[in-house]
């Protein structure tokens, strides 16, 4: 692992590596050179998410994403549960027996019906792999006829259309499996059907003109890996049928100001956000937990780092979840004040004004990674922000693996990460795993409240659970702070503005390209 200097050294750095990479490429001019204007021209999506296999279990978001497969439920850009496969659905008064008839006239890719066994054998596969249906506890997925599905659960689960909204629940046809249940051809229902498919960098696709839904209007389409965010910034500006996700924030000014180019940002479902070990005698005081998130410039950061205002989290649950907010605004830290309520907590000042307590100083390790860029600059900067109150943290950058390792062998003080809370458009399995007492990788250490556990057990289990319950949980996390989040992550991307219908999708479930034409 490695340590991390001052935020405004890492700014310049990536400054003059940036002046470097521009000035010795050459980018062509795309002012005079426009795509074809009958949807022909193919469409080249690149994003930094590498296709790891063609087993749904693994890269099944890649898939969905792409519109090649599609899932029982799905939901829209306000997290509301919607029909995809399944044109509707309904639970026994326990909960615990779920129905779901299909929709009618849907073809797979290979020209076959969708029915019932087809989405009996995705599901099953689904279960003896590590997907989001493992939390569902689901005891039987078993046809009542051709258009009707029944799930059976051990125990009532609420939320569980929104696990079938999951990407690893895709449905595929029976064909796609061989006799050990791989997938060995990926036959899917949707709008476009994968032609070639090259683990890690590449899949080649066409539009289905059989598609139940709305056809897609550009034919061709090609999704390209490229895990360097500089590339990907020079992709957009290099030829007028690139269309780029997840761009370097440092670029988009650069990117803003190209003329023949559109750009969109975007808050997602997704919370950069901070957890600490609540057994840590710097930390088992709620009243420090809040003096840390107070002393957080948060707007700062959204600014600087995120290039976006909005990007300001004030509970770890985006604004898209609506039901779940609260008034929780924070305000510009005052480090002075900060600092005298910790010391009035018993801590004391040394000579150079950093707090200590009984002889210690108040010093801890914040471990992230740079899988995300923007998790190093942010780390960082609450650095920079928390010395400003007689806090030492020392920021230690590793591997993803390295936040998880520490949780389980109690060596991790305090971890920044980013959680994605659209993974299932209800966020209550999040949650819980996140929240449950014993706690999970990314979830609390040490922490639990006997409140929330049981608030969390009945919005899990109620049917028609109230809002003033999901409230209340925000309420319990935002007062307590085991978990503190800094900001929202942002989508960015960038096309040709000749490309029409681009939208960002926030649940980062779909590129929508059905929707893009020329």
Same mark, same amino acid.
Request: charged letters at 25%; a negative charge.
């Given at each position: 692992?490695?340590?991390?200097?001052?935020?405004?050294?890492?700014?310049?750095?990536?400054? $003059?590596?940036?002046?470097?990479?521009?000035?010795?490429?050459?980018?062509?001019?795309?002012?005079?050179?426009?795509?074809?204007?009958?949807?022909?021209?193919?469409?080249?999506?690149?994003? !930094?998410?590498?296709?790891?296999?063609?087993?749904?279990?693994?890269?099944?978001? *890649?898939?969905?994403?792409?519109?090649?497969?599609?899932?029982?439920?799905?939901?829209?850009?306000?997290?509301?549960?919607?029909?995809?496969?399944? @044109?509707?659905?309904?639970?026994?008064?326990?909960? #615990?027996?779920?129905?779901?008839?299909?929709? #009618?006239?849907?073809?797979?890719?290979?020209?076959?019906?969708?029915?019932?066994?087809?989405?009996?054998?995705?599901? #099953? +596969?689904?279960?003896?792999?590590?997907?989001?249906?493992?939390?569902?506890?689901?005891?039987?997925?078993?046809?009542?006829?051709?258009?009707?599905?029944?799930?059976?659960?051990?125990? !009532? $689960?609420?939320?569980?259309?929104?696990?079938?909204?999951?990407?690893? %629940?895709?449905?595929?046809?029976?064909?796609?499996?061989?006799? =050990?249940?791989? +997938?060995?051809?990926?036959?899917?229902?949707?709008?476009?059907?994968?032609?070639?498919?090259?683990?890690?960098?590449?899949?080649?696709?066409?539009?289905?003109?059989?598609?139940? /839904?709305?056809?897609?209007?550009?034919?061709?389409?090609?999704?390209?890996? =490229?895990?360097?965010?500089?590339?990907?910034?020079?992709?957009? @500006?290099?030829?007028?049928?690139? $269309? +780029?996700?997840?761009?370097?924030?440092?670029?988009?000014?650069?990117?803003?100001?190209?003329?023949?180019?559109?750009?969109?940002?975007?808050?997602?479902?997704?919370?950069?956000?901070?957890?600490?070990?609540?057994?840590?005698?710097?930390?088992?005081?709620?009243?420090?937990?809040?003096?840390?998130?107070?002393?957080?410039?948060?707007?700062?950061?959204?600014?600087?780092?995120?290039?976006?205002?909005?990007?300001?989290?004030?509970?770890?649950?985006?604004?898209?979840?609506?039901?779940?907010? *609260?008034?929780?605004?924070? @305000?510009?830290?005052? !480090?002075?004040?900060?600092?005298?309520?910790?010391? /009035?907590?018993?801590?004391?000042?040394?000579?150079?004004?950093?707090? @200590?307590?009984?002889?210690?100083?108040?010093?801890?390790? &914040?471990?992230?990674? %740079?899988?995300?860029?923007?998790? !190093?600059?942010?780390?960082?900067?609450?650095?920079?922000?928390?010395?400003?109150?007689?806090?030492?943290?020392? +920021?230690?950058?590793?591997?993803?693996?390295?936040?998880?390792?520490?949780?389980?062998?109690?060596?991790?003080?305090?971890?920044?990460?980013?959680? =994605?809370?659209?993974?299932?458009? #209800?966020?209550? /399995?999040?949650?819980?795993?996140?929240?449950?007492?014993?706690?999970?990788?990314?979830?609390?250490? =040490?922490?639990?409240?006997?409140?929330?556990?049981?608030?969390?057990?009945?919005?899990?289990?109620?049917?028609? %659970?109230?809002?003033?319950?999901?409230?209340?949980?925000?309420?319990?996390?935002?007062?307590?702070?085991?978990?503190?989040?800094?900001?929202?992550?942002?989508?960015?991307?960038?096309?040709?503005?000749? $490309?029409?219908?681009?939208?960002?999708?926030? &649940?980062?479930?779909?590129?929508?390209?059905?929707?893009?034409?020329?």
């Amino acid at each position: 692992m490695r340590k991390i200097g001052l935020i405004a050294v890492l700014i310049a750095l990536a400054g $003059l590596a940036w002046y470097f990479i521009a000035g010795a490429t050459t980018t062509t001019d795309i002012s005079a050179s426009t795509p074809k204007d009958d949807n022909e021209q193919e469409l080249i999506v690149v994003t !930094p998410w590498e296709l790891t296999s063609i087993d749904p279990s693994k890269s099944g978001f *890649i898939f969905q994403r792409l519109q090649l497969a599609e899932t029982l439920v799905d939901t829209a850009q306000n997290a509301d549960l919607q029909p995809m496969l399944a @044109q509707s659905w309904s639970a026994n008064d326990k909960g #615990d027996v779920w129905t779901f008839v299909l929709r #009618d006239g849907v073809k797979f890719h290979d020209g076959s019906s969708l029915t019932a066994d087809d989405v009996v054998k995705s599901l #099953d +596969v689904a279960l003896t792999k590590p997907t989001a249906l493992k939390s569902a506890l689901i005891s039987q997925i078993k046809a009542i006829d051709s258009q009707t599905v029944e799930i059976t659960l051990e125990k !009532p $689960l609420m939320s569980l259309p929104a696990y079938l909204a999951h990407a690893t %629940s895709i449905i595929l046809a029976k064909s796609s499996f061989d006799d =050990n249940n791989e +997938v060995k051809e990926l036959i899917g229902t949707g709008p476009y059907y994968a032609t070639k498919i090259e683990p890690p960098q590449k899949i080649e696709q066409k539009a289905f003109a059989d598609y139940w /839904g709305e056809k897609a209007k550009i034919q061709d389409v090609t999704y390209l890996a =490229n895990s360097r965010s500089e590339t990907r910034t020079l992709l957009a @500006q290099s030829k007028p049928n690139y $269309l +780029v996700f997840t761009l370097d924030s440092a670029s988009l000014s650069r990117l803003q100001q190209d003329p023949n180019l559109q750009v969109k940002s975007k808050s997602l479902a997704r919370t950069i956000q901070y957890k600490v070990d609540a057994k840590n005698p710097l930390f088992n005081d709620v009243n420090v937990r809040q003096a840390l998130s107070d002393a957080i410039d948060r707007q700062a950061i959204a600014q600087s780092v995120m290039r976006a205002d909005n990007a300001v989290a004030e509970q770890i649950l985006p604004p898209v979840f609506k039901d779940w907010q *609260i008034k929780a605004a924070t @305000q510009a830290p005052d !480090p002075q004040a900060i600092k005298q309520r910790l010391l /009035g907590l018993g801590f004391t000042e040394d000579a150079n004004g950093m707090l @200590q307590k009984d002889g210690k100083p108040f010093k801890f390790v &914040l471990r992230t990674f %740079s899988d995300r860029p923007e998790l !190093p600059i942010i780390a960082t900067a609450l650095q920079a922000q928390w010395k400003k109150i007689g806090v030492d943290a020392d +920021v230690s950058v590793g591997n993803f693996s390295d936040i998880a390792a520490g949780h389980q062998d109690g060596t991790l003080e305090m971890a920044l990460y980013a959680r =994605n809370y659209g993974m299932t458009p #209800d966020p209550v /399995g999040s949650l819980i795993e996140d929240f449950d007492p014993k706690g999970s990788d990314w979830g609390v250490m =040490n922490w639990q409240n006997a409140e929330l556990t049981e608030d969390l057990l009945k919005l899990e289990t109620t049917k028609d %659970s109230d809002i003033a319950t999901r409230q209340r949980v925000s309420e319990i996390i935002f007062k307590e702070r085991p978990i503190v989040p800094v900001v929202y992550y942002q989508q960015n991307a960038a096309a040709h503005k000749s $490309l029409k219908g681009l939208e960002i999708d926030g &649940l980062e479930r779909n590129f929508y390209l059905n929707k893009l034409s020329w």
